[in-house]
């Protein structure tokens, strides 16, 4: 049998059995502050009380921009 993946379901997305909230899988996946805040915003994205989902987009392209930048500077640095 192939490892390779045929588009059904993979265990990568399988949700821990206490997972309840949002904070629960940050803390499984171990997830940065930057990555979190990709993560929310993605999740509420334009449900948010008083907050536009140009607002969570924008929050979005910031934080990943933010880890392309990082990523850069380490590659760079090698």
């Known amino acids: 049998?192939?490892?390779v993946n045929n588009g059904g379901k993979t265990s990568?997305?399988?949700v821990p059995k206490n997972a309840k909230?949002?904070?629960?899988?940050i803390e499984h996946k171990k997830m940065s502050f930057?990555?979190?805040?990709i993560f929310k915003a993605a999740y509420r994205l334009g449900d948010k009380s008083k907050v536009t989902e140009e607002y969570d987009l924008n929050k979005i392209?910031?934080?990943a921009n933010r880890r392309l930048n990082e990523l850069k500077v380490?590659?760079?640095a090698e």
Do not use: V
């Open 74 to 76: 380490n590659k760079d």
């Open 21 to 25: 909230t949002l904070d629960d899988l």
């Open 61 to 63: 392209i910031y934080y």
């Open 34 to 37: 930057g990555r979190a805040n």
């Open 12 to 14: 990568y997305y399988d």
């Open 1 to 3: 049998m192939s490892n």
